[in-house]
């Protein structure tokens, strides 16, 4: 009811326990009401295990399974995480460094605070808010508050975002990266995982010369994280 609207803000994220608010993002009015009621509890993994961002996502990835069984291969984890690697953690020349900052002892580990002053974007997977039709950035935010009441920011919210966006998580207006699950569980090998992950799901500029670079470090580093971890 209008009567127990409290507040109006515009970031998701600063969304208050128990409370019913509204808040107008980009031109868009969503209505939350009571956040705690609507979280998700089968799909939310609260515990990540690993020690290092790398090994959270790899084994948030392999842990996924539906009743046939496991959703992503050890060679599909490791591709994904190539691509966040690369999108949010270390410098393409510090693919060589993966084993030393799994082991916590250089910098460089996927980092979902990461941000692109230039155009935006923001997370692990580096979602971008200019895409009028899309709307990634926005959704993820919406969806962590809404679905999961969490910060935008925390890795479990971004992850579940991706499973979210693959179709995993089902709610209103989940799926739209459908196919790319779909190319992804047909790869057979890492270099082919972390391609079509690329491919359908990262969208990168792969034309540049910097983005050619940018290809074969998603993949390089999708190969060592797989050494390290099987």
Do not use: M
């Not at 209008?2 to 608010?21: A, F, L």
């Not at 605070?113 to 935010?141: D, M």
């Not at 359908?200 to 540049?208: A, G, L, N, R, T």
């Not at 290809?215 to 190969?223: C, N, S, T």
């Amino acid at each position: 009811p209008e009567s127990k609207v409290t507040n109006i803000i515009n970031d998701p994220s600063e969304v208050p326990d128990n409370d019913t608010i509204r808040y107008n993002l980009d031109n868009y009015k969503l209505e939350l009401a009571r956040l705690a009621a609507k979280r998700i509890t089968k799909e939310v993994n609260s515990g990540l295990i690993g020690s290092t961002n790398i090994e959270r996502c790899f084994n948030f990835f392999l842990a996924q399974t539906d009743e046939n069984g496991p959703l992503f291969t050890p060679e599909q984890s490791a591709g994904i995480c190539g691509n966040f690697f690369v999108e949010s953690g270390g410098s393409i020349s510090q693919v060589g460094d993966i084993s030393q900052i799994v082991a916590g002892d250089k910098k460089g580990d996927i980092n979902p605070a990461e941000r692109n002053k230039l155009e935006g974007s923001e997370g692990i997977a580096q979602w971008n808010p200019n895409n009028p039709q899309e709307n990634r950035l926005q959704k993820l935010k919406v969806f962590a508050a809404e679905e999961l009441n969490l910060h935008y920011k925390s890795l479990v919210a971004q992850l579940n975002f991706v499973l979210w966006e693959f179709g995993i998580i089902e709610s209103e207006g989940s799926g739209l990266h459908k196919d790319g699950l779909r190319k992804l569980q047909s790869a057979n090998t890492v270099e082919d995982a972390a391609l079509q992950f690329e491919a359908h799901y990262e969208y990168s500029d792969k034309k540049s010369d910097k983005g050619k670079l940018a290809l074969q470090a998603r993949i390089d580093a999708a190969i060592a994280i797989y050494n390290i971890f099987t």
